[in-house]
């Protein structure tokens, strides 16, 4: 199986946090918030067009995290992202995440998180544009924008930066199995930013 590989870097806000049971150290919280990431492709190569070069894209999505005790937290949302990787293969993805973390709170303002789960990838359009010679644009093949299932882990940190406005920074890793017909590996670094509201 053809297999590629995420390594995203976000930064976002929660949009609509709130907390559910008051308690120190920003413990018992469920944070519903907007995540708009980003991503940049410094490495690709596509089975159709040979690509060495840089890479964008972005989306915006829904995020929840669950905060049951203050050294567990739970995440999930759904994203839309729209890829553009090397000015030669573009399609558009939706990913739904499951996150467990490990959470330690050093103050009440300030916690180092460090977890891991499964993500879902739904590809639902693409096209190859062609960008070496006089090629026509060939459509990928529906067999190769396909569902898969893929790993995560990161390690980042959460700062209460105003009364129930969360600041989140993570650095990770993502595999994923085969989503579109990629033969080769891709770094790709995602950044996002959202607002916090009580």
């Given amino acids: 199986m053809k297999k590629y590989l995420f390594v995203t870097f976000f930064f976002y806000v929660f949009l609509l946090s709130f907390n559910l049971f008051p308690a120190e150290k920003n413990d018992h919280h469920l944070i519903l918030g907007i995540k708009i990431p980003g ?35 739970f995440e999930s949302g759904f994203y839309v992202r729209r890829f553009s990787l090397g000015g030669d293969v573009i399609y558009n993805e939706m990913q739904v995440p499951v996150v467990g973390k490990f959470r330690y709170p050093f103050s009440d303002t300030f916690a180092l998180t460090i977890g891991g789960g499964i993500t879902w990838c739904f590809p639902f359009s693409g096209q190859v544009v062609q960008t070496v010679g006089e090629l026509d644009p060939v459509v990928i093949p529906d067999d190769d924008l396909t569902r898969a299932l893929g790993f995560q882990a990161k390690i980042g940190f959460q700062i209460l930066v105003a009364n129930e406005v969360y600041v989140n920074i993570d650095i990770g890793v993502e595999h994923v199995g085969k989503v579109i017909e990629i033969k080769q590996t891709d770094l790709v670094f995602a950044i996002g930013l959202g607002y916090g509201l009580f």
Avoid at 45 to 72: K, N, Q
């Fill in 39 to 73: 991503h940049v492709t410094v490495r690709k190569v596509s089975p159709h067009v040979p690509i060495d070069g840089l890479g964008y894209g972005g989306g915006i999505g829904f995020h929840a995290e669950v905060i049951p005790f203050p050294f567990i937290a």
